[in-house]
Nanobody, 126 residues
Framework: EVQLQASGGGLVQPGGSLNLSCVASGLSFDANAIGWFRKAPEKEREGVACISGGDGAAHYAMSMKGRVAISRDSAKKMVYLQMSRLKPEDATIYYC???????????????????WGQGTLVTVSS
């Protein structure tokens, strides 16, 4: 059973930074694409960033490009999202997601994923 557990969300002031983490289990970590999307109630899912399976290349959606960095630790089966210069419109639930094909297209475009966890809430407010 694939499980993805995201953490690290919380309250941050506008302009601040936050680091999200996700631990994965039940899958061949490096072979899968793993990344993040976000979704607010009554809004479309929006891709944020992803690391391809195999080559480990990072891919970023325009939504937060230049303000986020994604990385992974294969030994720990963890993926990280460093976010900076956060804006109030970045406030929402962030989900860790996996694509079994190893490609990031679906996660980065927000069009889908094979697995995702329960998410972690990010609040940006002064």
């Amino acid at each position: 059973e694939v499980q993805l557990q995201a953490s690290g969300g919380g309250l941050v002031q506008p302009g601040g930074s936050l680091n999200l983490s996700c631990v994965a289990s039940g899958l061949s970590f490096d072979a899968n694409a793993i990344g993040w999307f976000r979704k607010a109630p009554e809004k479309e899912r929006e891709g944020v960033a992803c690391i391809s399976g195999g080559d480990g290349a990072a891919h970023y959606a325009m939504s937060m490009k230049g303000r986020v960095a994604i990385s992974r630790d294969s030994a720990k089966k963890m993926v990280y999202l460093q976010m900076s210069r956060l804006k109030p419109e970045d406030a929402t639930i962030y989900y860790c997601a996996v694509d079994k094909t190893g490609e990031c297209r679906r996660i980065v475009t927000g069009s889908g994923a094979d697995y995702w966890g329960q998410g972690t809430l990010v609040t940006v407010s002064s």
